[in-house]
């Protein structure tokens, strides 16, 4: 009888270490889908952010550009000038501190992803 119990119990160990390997595989698969979503996500919103305040900024840059060289050195076109230049200055900043706005956009989605 002590044979079959050693088979038995070895048939219980393979099971237990089987079901530990699947686990442990779908937590790994789940760990490496959150990384695709958060670097993906990440990459979207910065591109949002900075892409729209850098369009806005040349647009303001256009339109002053185009008043500029209508009135010839008139006040009222260095105005929307610096606006312009402010949006630039503000998509600047926003790309140099790029990292800080993954690091927010990661935890947020981790967040959402493992509750």
């Known amino acids: 009888m002590s044979i079959f119990d050693n088979l038995k119990d070895s048939a219980d160990k393979g099971t237990d270490a089987s079901k530990q390997f699947v686990t442990k595989t779908f937590e790994h698969t789940k760990l490496k889908a959150f990384q695709v979503t958060a670097l993906t996500l990440s990459i979207i919103v910065k591109l949002f952010i900075i892409g729209?305040?850098?369009?806005?900024?040349f647009i303001f840059l256009a339109v002053s550009s185009a008043i500029a060289l209508g009135e010839y050195f008139d006040n009222i076109a260095f105005g929307y000038l610096f606006v312009g230049l402010f949006f630039l200055i503000i998509s600047l900043f926003l790309y140099f501190f790029r990292k800080y706005f993954d690091k927010k956009v990661i935890t947020n989605v981790s967040k959402i992803f493992f509750d």
């Open 52 to 57: 729209s305040l850098a369009v806005l900024g």
